[in-house]
């Protein structure tokens, strides 16, 4: 009930490309959706997140899609650069709660 | 920008020893965290601070770990007698918000390597 299931694991896309992320959760209770980015030897950095009463949220070029009846929720990076390679992790938690439930991860790699 | 700081950057210790892993906080921030991201596995949720207690806790932040604010600007985790299962990356977070919003603030991290 508290896992966050992410895919795929891995993803590479040509420059340009739009990656697609995605991410499933059990727990009804969970209200918040951020997205983080970690590169090689840094901490997870805050990139975007959402609430489920919007069902799309746009920063630059992050978009998160999120569908609440299905339990559902993607990142889509448009345009991608190479400089966009990283590992993606989403999350949930639910305002009660003092934690984050992280996804798995998805290495992400853009070619030039 | 503030940011959250932690030592040291890497460990090694040998099993059985006791570690700490420092983290300095942002300054005007009230939750506190530490999660841990063994490598390649997702980051998992250890403990989350508040008001000088502990808030929540995970199944895996077992009676060899605990926390410490000693100072009003440290906040500590310890783990007392380490097995090669803690071998990990250990971060630190920190939250302005009251509840958790998704909007933590992570270190770069202790990687602690357990022999």
């Known amino acids: 009930q508290q896992q966050v299931k992410q895919s795929p694991q891995s993803l590479i896309v040509q420059k340009g490309g739009i990656p697609i992320i995605n991410c499933a959760y059990e727990?009804?209770?969970?209200?918040?959706f951020p997205w983080y980015q970690q590169f090689p030897g840094k901490g997870p950095a805050l990139l975007i997140a959402i609430r489920p009463d919007v069902s799309e949220k746009k920063e630059g070029r992050f978009t998160i899609s999120f569908n609440k009846s299905a339990k559902q929720f993607s990142l889509h990076i448009m345009d991608s650069q190479p400089g966009d390679s990283a590992t993606y992790f989403c999350a949930a938690s639910d305002g009660g709660a003092q934690k984050l439930v992280f996804g798995q991860g998805t290495r992400l790699t853009i070619n030039p | 920008e503030p940011e959250v700081t932690q030592t040291p950057s890497h460990q090694v210790t040998q099993m059985g020893q006791e570690v700490i892993l420092r983290c300095v906080p942002i300054s005007n921030h009230l939750y506190f965290y530490w999660y841990r991201q063994i490598l390649g596995q997702k980051v998992e949720f250890l403990v989350s601070f508040y008001n000088n207690e502990i808030s929540e806790k995970s199944e895996i932040f077992d009676d060899q770990f605990s926390v410490e604010r000693p100072d009003g600007s440290n906040f500590t985790l310890k783990i007392r007698s380490t097995k090669l299962e803690d071998s990990a990356m250990y971060f630190c977070a920190s939250s302005p918000s009251k509840g958790i919003t998704g909007e933590l603030f992570f270190g770069e991290g202790s990687r602690l390597t357990v022999l």
């Open positions: 727990n009804t209770a969970f209200d918040y």
